[in-house]
């Protein structure tokens, strides 16, 4: 029951975090 945006940053959020952990 989330919208795209939030979701879309969630995902920014995780793809970014992964990345910075790299």
Do not use: I, K
């Amino acid at each position: 029951m989330t919208p795209p945006a939030v979701e879309e940053t969630n995902t920014s959020s995780a793809l970014r975090n992964s990345r910075s952990v790299r």
